[in-house]
């Protein structure tokens, strides 16, 4: 393992490369600029490629999104062997350290993105031009994204203003409180929504929807339920979104940024990634790790047979719930249909996460484990719908919180037939039970469950009090001289 601290690390000069694909967005733009230069920020397009720079490291939340699945009662592990990639084996198990790549891998391309972020906000009153509110309301959408990721990993984390860090922070800048970083968050989207456009000036680009949904979720992690139904609910009414009718097509190549999409990272199959520098590709990395083993057949491509759903994962379902065969695939059967074959491989369930699987026909250049460009749908409407839901629940608004449930089953079911007529905390019980159905392999599971209490008695090897969230890396401690102090347990 390299030995140096993320401050280290995201001081070190980059280029960054466009990033955002489909359409006329941000596709094949070579953007170079060193982060440690003082003399830029002189024009407009300096701060445009910037904002590209900071837009990059979206690309490496696969990792959040593989890992908090894996965490979670939805999947297992899976992947070759034991020691395929321990570090996710590890948090599948909940005998986790301090000492783990994948991570540290999460807090400094979590950081590096907070790091890009600042590195605009420091220079933000340099040059003044028409349309700079937008800019920084982007910057600060994509920074306040940043740190909700690393607040929901890691608990409280180093705040530094709108300054980036310098190599000896770290002995000096302590960490905040959760409280304080929720703060800071909440104060970078409350910008975002006042000074956002309503639709992305590109395809990728944060919106104020986007901006409003993130502050909602943010909300009902730190059990603001009114506040979180208010604004939730503007997302709601403004119209901008919808659900799909056909609940089948959202995940597919073809159906990227579609009605229900509030938020997406945008993946493209350019080249230049390899298994030295995941956070290098520009494709969905989780996809090759998602993959069937050895599969040989129609539809699907192959990979390394990580994040398996488990048995209780599809039992699930209801009956007549359209939702399980989107989520899960069984491979049994799907093989036995479509004279396919495949391999097992270590914790094989027989499921695989079909969300997030290669289909035949992706636009891989390269290796395809690493460039495939399917988008994560990082904010769904569905998912505002249920946050709304639970919000307006919990603040004793159950018929909103009804309404909105039923929403989003009647898509489900494809009836009305299935509506939930509970009220009081038993409602509130249907719409946890709902997002687990309807977010099925995005990620969302290990903090719904932390966040509602339920985390202990649904994850196997969970201890409660220690694993709500994770370690530090090693290095950061190290590296700090006492000044940061290790999360309790570990």
């Known amino acids: 393992m390299k030995k140096y601290s993320i401050l280290i690390l995201t001081l070190l000069g980059f280029t960054a490369t466009a990033i955002i694909s489909c359409g006329d967005d941000f596709v094949d733009r070579k953007v170079q600029y060193s982060i440690d230069s003082e003399n830029y920020f002189n024009s407009e397009q300096d701060y445009k490629d910037a904002l590209v720079g900071a837009y990059d490291l979206l690309h490496s939340t696969f990792m959040n999104v593989l890992v908090g699945e894996i965490a979670s009662d939805n999947t297992l592990s899976g992947g070759e062997s034991a020691n395929d990639v321990i570090g996710i084996q590890q948090i599948d198990e909940m005998n986790h350290s301090s000492v783990n790549n994948n991570l540290k891998n999460i807090w400094d391309w979590m950081f590096a993105g907070v790091q890009r972020c600042n590195y605009i906000l420091e220079f933000k009153d340099k040059t003044d031009f028409v349309g700079k509110e937008q800019i920084i309301g982007e910057t600060r959408f ?3 994204y940043y740190h909700f990721e690393l607040v929901k990993w890691f608990g409280g984390i180093p705040l530094n203003g709108d300054k980036r860090f310098k190599v000896d922070d770290v002995k000096s800048i302590p960490r905040s409180s959760v409280a304080d970083v929720y703060a800071s968050i909440e104060a970078d989207l409350l910008y975002a929504v006042n000074n956002l456009s309503a639709t992305p000036s590109q395809l990728g680009r944060a919106t104020k929807g986007a901006a409003q949904a993130l502050l909602g979720k943010v909300y009902l992690y730190q059990n603001k339920f009114p506040q979180a139904a208010a604004v939730l609910d503007q997302v709601i009414l403004s119209n901008s979104y919808s659900l799909v009718t056909n609940y089948n097509t959202i995940f597919e190549n073809n159906n990227e940024n579609n009605s229900e999409s509030v938020f997406e990272v945008q993946y493209t199959d350019a080249q230049g990634a390899s298994f030295d520098c995941l956070q290098c590709s520009e494709g969905n990395v989780a996809v090759g790790f998602n993959g069937i083993r050895n599969y ?6 192959g990979g390394f047979s990580f994040n398996l759903p488990t048995q209780a994962s599809y039992n699930a379902y209801e009956v007549g719930d359209d939702r399980r065969d989107v989520a899960i695939l069984d491979i049994a059967a799907w093989a036995t249909a479509n004279n396919a074959s495949y391999g097992t491989g270590y914790k094989h369930t027989g499921y695989f996460n079909r969300k997030y699987l290669a289909r035949k026909g992706d636009a891989n250049i390269g290796d395809q484990n690493l460039t495939n460009p399917n ?16 919000a307006f629940s919990r603040s004793g608004n159950d018929v909103k919180g009804r309404n909105y449930l039923n929403l989003v089953r009647r898509r489900a079911f494809g009836d009305l037939n299935h509506d939930i007529s509970a009220s009081g905390t038993a409602l509130t019980d249907f719409i946890w039970a709902e997002r687990r159905l309807e977010l099925m392999g995005e990620g969302h599971r290990f903090f719904d469950l932390v966040r509602t209490g339920k985390a202990a ?6 201890t409660s ?9 090693f290095e950061e401690i190290q590296f700090s001289s006492g000044n940061w102090q290790q999360n309790p347990g570990y």
């Open 465 to 473: 009090n220690k694993n709500e969230i994770f370690p530090i890396p």
């Open 457 to 462: 008695q649904a994850i196997t090897g969970f």
């Open 296 to 301: 040989t057949g129609p539809f699907f491509d």
């Open 375 to 390: 988008n994560y749908r990082a904010i769904r409407y569905a998912d505002v719908l249920l946050m709304a839901a639970e």
């Open 142 to 144: 994509l920074r306040a």
